[in-house]
């Protein structure tokens, strides 16, 4: 019986105990809340540091991809102006500029020819002073010479013969001296050797290819597109090309309007700034698709993509962003059109966009940058 007394004296003791420290709790933690709702403390996510560009109103149009390659301005085969046997030819690679020799022809038939158009000429010089000078002399003597006039005549005849015979005779030395010359090849332009087309022993006329040189600093991308883009083209418009690792402007030189009777496809030519881009490379070329309109345009940086919408936060008067889902239209370089509410002149993050929350307050940072319109 003093068993069961004391056992429920502990329990009763225990339950006393409970009561007093759940009524101890509910006291505290109401005392801390009504402490937070007088202080005032801010509810939801701390003001987040962003970049921030501004929203421009610029032409753009939309754009159509198309392949290209890089070329050349300059790129010949460099051939044989004379006859002889090969004696040197550039190595391949090699890099010279304008009027370097690029290769050599044995000198020694050009040699004997122009000594001997040289002798010709001597000779034929000697023999018209003789006839002049007879002419001359029988013409001062007059009717004492006793010479008819059918004589002087052929005097004169004979003199003016040997005259053509010495100018025939000294082209045919002028072209001896050029061919002469012409046994060491120059190179018309400064570029690169890229082949050897002959070797050295060979023997090489008129005509044989020598070498072919490449200008690899004067650089054109060539493309072709259907006529209906090349409508929107015009020389002197810059166009994008990406070789997939850089961008560059390029200016339109040409549209050839001459297309391909199969594939109806016109020639663009669109000179390349100075790059090291490789001869033969592919590129991207972006042509106007349509004629450029005015359009609301912001940085690319600005979209954040996601699966089901892409959106844009703009910065309103009391720094808090405020998230404007949009559409996508017409891009070019850096910017690209966006369809929603946004204008021209809206502060839109460009970095730390990723994750904002609709009307999350914003710290703007220093470092923001506004990219050039």
Avoid: C, H
Avoid at 1 to 9: F, T
Avoid at 345 to 359: A, M, P
């Amino acid at each position: 019986m003093n068993r069961k007394l004391v056992i429920a004296g502990t329990a009763g003791a225990i339950l006393i105990a409970a009561g007093m420290g759940a009524f101890i709790y509910g006291d505290t933690v109401g005392a801390s809340a009504g402490a937070e709702e007088a202080s005032g403390a801010p509810q939801g996510p701390p003001p987040a540091t962003v970049a921030v560009a501004k929203a421009v109103q610029r032409q753009l149009a939309p754009r159509s991809e198309t392949p290209g390659s890089v070329v050349s301005t300059r790129d010949s085969l460099v051939s044989a102006a004379t006859s002889g046997k090969i004696e040197w030819v550039a190595e391949v690679g090699a890099e010279v500029e304008e009027g370097d020799v690029i290769a050599r022809i044995e000198t020694a038939d050009a040699e004997l020819t122009r000594d001997n158009s040289a002798a010709e000429v001597a000779r034929l010089r000697a023999r018209l002073e003789y006839l002049d000078s007879l002419y001359k002399r029988y013409v001062g003597l007059g009717e004492e010479a006793g010479e008819s006039e059918a004589t002087l005549d052929e005097m004169r005849a004979n003199r003016d013969e040997a005259r053509e015979a010495m100018t025939q005779a000294e082209v045919a030395l002028r072209r001896a001296q050029i061919n002469l010359a012409r046994t060491e090849v120059e190179a018309p332009f400064a570029g690169r050797v890229v082949s050897q087309e002959s070797q050295i022993g060979e023997f090489a006329n008129p005509g044989t290819e020598l070498v072919r040189l490449v200008d690899t600093r004067r650089l054109e991308v060539t493309a072709r597109t259907p006529a209906g883009l090349a409508r929107n083209i015009a020389a002197g418009d810059m166009i994008r090309v990406t070789n997939g690792a850089e961008t560059a402007q390029a200016a339109v030189r040409a549209v050839v309007p001459v297309g391909d009777a199969l594939s109806r496809l016109l020639e663009l030519r669109l000179e390349l700034p100075e790059t090291d881009w490789y001869i033969g490379s592919a590129v991207r070329v972006s042509l106007p698709a349509a004629a450029a309109r005015t359009v609301t345009a912001v940085p690319r940086d600005a979209l954040v993509l996601r699966a089901d919408r892409i959106s844009v936060y703009v910065i309103d008067a009391d720094n808090n962003a405020k998230r404007v889902d949009v559409e996508l239209g017409a891009a070019e370089g850096d910017f690209i059109e966006v369809i929603g509410d946004i204008n021209p002149g809206d502060s839109v993050v460009i970095r730390g966009g990723e994750r904002l929350r609709d009307g999350q307050a914003v710290t703007i940072s220093t470092l923001s940058g506004e990219p050039s319109v």
